[in-house]
């Protein structure tokens, strides 16, 4: 998405903060294809898709033919023929959706591929420093933590480069990778001095299930370096926390920071929704008017 795109969808979530919402899916059929865990991105989606007069269908991956061998495609061409026009995709593997978009009319969102991107993670983050900070150009914001397998942070990346912010990216060698620096990120191995000067700083969890091997060297050792305590916070005190969920306290984020004043991580959440509106009444009226 262009930057302007990525604005447009900002002030549309900001709108929706303020007024009712419209019935933009009144009579539309959106349905999940979930292959992995998800909180946060399936109720959210889901909330804002009734939101907005949605039919929200109870379709569940884990019972349904895709556990007998039918491709992810066949699957949405089939609920497509049915009347379905809104897909929302969390995968295990990257990329997933690209391909397959040219395939069919319906659209396709990305709630999550592989170690690749969660676009509407980084809107929603994006969205939620804007109104704290009024603007994204010229901050400094440190995302701290698994990098290497990290959706939410390439996707922030993106974003927040896009929009003027400098991100610097900050883990244990073995948890960022190399390049990176080619997305527009600076690195760090030491997070007290990444944080200097930090308007914000976006928390990740070690997501131990995508690491095939050991890539620290003890849980209490990474808390040690890579935790946000309040210790270090209290070096930056207008500095905000976020963090994508879920957290796994007293690892990447201490209690005390993660409820603390600084923290708006439920605030993320909350918007979350009003972003998710956002992309789907977009989509709406591009599929109906033309992008
Ligand atoms: N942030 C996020 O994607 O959370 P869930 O995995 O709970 O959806």
Known sequence: MSSSEIETILDAAASFKKSKAPKDLAGRFLAFLFSEPSTRTRTSFEVAARNLSAEVLGFSTASSSLLKGESLLDTIKNLEAMGVEYFVVRNEVSGVLEPLAGQTSASLINAGDGAHEHPTQALLDI?????KKGAIKGLKVVIVGDIAHSRVA????????????????????ALVP???EKLGASV???????LQGADAVNVLRLQLERQEQNLVTSL???YQSFGLT???????PDCVVLHPGPMNRGVEISSEVADGPQSAILEQVANGVLVR???????????????
């Not at 480069?161 to 244990?172: D, R, S, Y």
């Not at 309040?230 to 930056?236: D, G, H, N, Q």
């Not at 509106?277 to 992008?291: E, P």
Request: a positive charge; hydrophobic letters at 35%; proline letters at 5%.
């Open 127 to 131: 969205f939620t420093l804007r109104e």
């Open 154 to 173: 390439r996707s922030n990346i993106h974003g927040l480069t896009k929009l003027g912010a400098k991100v610097t990216v900050c883990g244990p060698r």
């Open 178 to 180: 190399s390049g990176i």
């Open 188 to 194: 760090s191995h030491d997070l007290d001095n990444a």
């Open 220 to 222: 209490p050792d990474y």
């Open 230 to 236: 309040p210790e270090r916070l209290a070096k930056v």
């Open 277 to 291: 509106m956002a992309v789907l009444s977009l989509i709406q009226q591009w599929r109906t008017h033309g992008r």
